[in-house]
């Protein structure tokens, strides 16, 4: 069985002050040692011999680790977006781009400062010069404004959510 870790409890330290038969100690001792058996027979791999007693193969026991089953080639379900999704998205960012060229320059400055370039609406509003509750409406207006050009163009309604805007 290998260097493997032997944990079988003292019962007599485990229920001091507990008399404790002889007969049932031994039995539990027997049966800890056979669940330990049975333990390492049911997770360890098992050899599968050819009709000249060569081992040709291994099959691997009923609990297998992750590591192992990489190691030796499982394939797993793939969670990253297939083609359509991966299609999907890129459509819908070039629709995005495509409204966003149809706003007027400061408009789209006003975009790519606050969604590109993560600029605070204080930043923008130091920046250009308006004030901060300015910059927020024009944003909102801009927002719908992207919306309503996706929404009659390329999109449908439900895929379209922009944050700060209204809906």
Known sequence: MGNRVKFRPNYERLYPGLEIDPEVLDFLKKSDMK?????????????????NGDIIAYLPGIEVSLEHLIENGACFADDSPGPEALNEEKEEINALYSGINVLNTNERRLINALF????????????????????????????????????????????????????
């Not at 669940?35 to 009709?51: F, G, I, S, T």
């Not at 409406?137 to 309503?148: F, G, H, V, Y």
């Open 116 to 167: 590109f370039e993560n600029m605070t609406l204080r930043e923008y509003a130091d920046i250009s010069g308006l004030s901060k509750s300015k910059i927020d409406r024009d944003k909102k207006k801009i927002l719908d404004k992207l919306r309503n050009y996706l929404i009659n163009n390329h999109l449908e309604r439900d895929k379209v959510h922009f944050r700060g805007g209204s809906n």
């Open 35 to 51: 669940m330990e058996y049975q333990d390492y027979h049911r997770k360890r791999r098992r050899p599968v011999k050819n009709d």
